[in-house]
């Protein structure tokens, strides 16, 4: 689960995944739209487990908060 995006056309995808890291990316395109999703989900491989989670633009790690998920 990733906090969503407020633009009429977006996903999140899986562009790697192994048994120590996930890395997402998201894409979005077109124009801004009033209501913003609450999240963004995605299927993986396996369960994420203790997989570190990343951002494919930044390369930086995406902080967690299983507690607060959708």
């Known amino acids: 689960m990733v906090n969503g ?3 009429d056309r977006g996903r999140l995808r899986v ?5 120590g890291k996930v890395v997402l990316q998201l894409e979005i395109e ?4 009033g209501d913003c999703l609450v999240c963004e989900t995605v299927e993986l491989d396996d369960v994420l487990g203790d997989r570190t989670v ?7 790690s995406v902080p967690l ?3 607060n998920s959708c």
């Open 15 to 19: 562009t790697e995944q192994d048994s």
């Open 30 to 33: 077109g124009s801004r739209k």
């Open 65 to 67: 908060d299983l507690e």
């Open 54 to 60: 990343f951002d494919a633009q930044t390369g930086e």
């Open 5 to 7: 995006h407020c633009n």
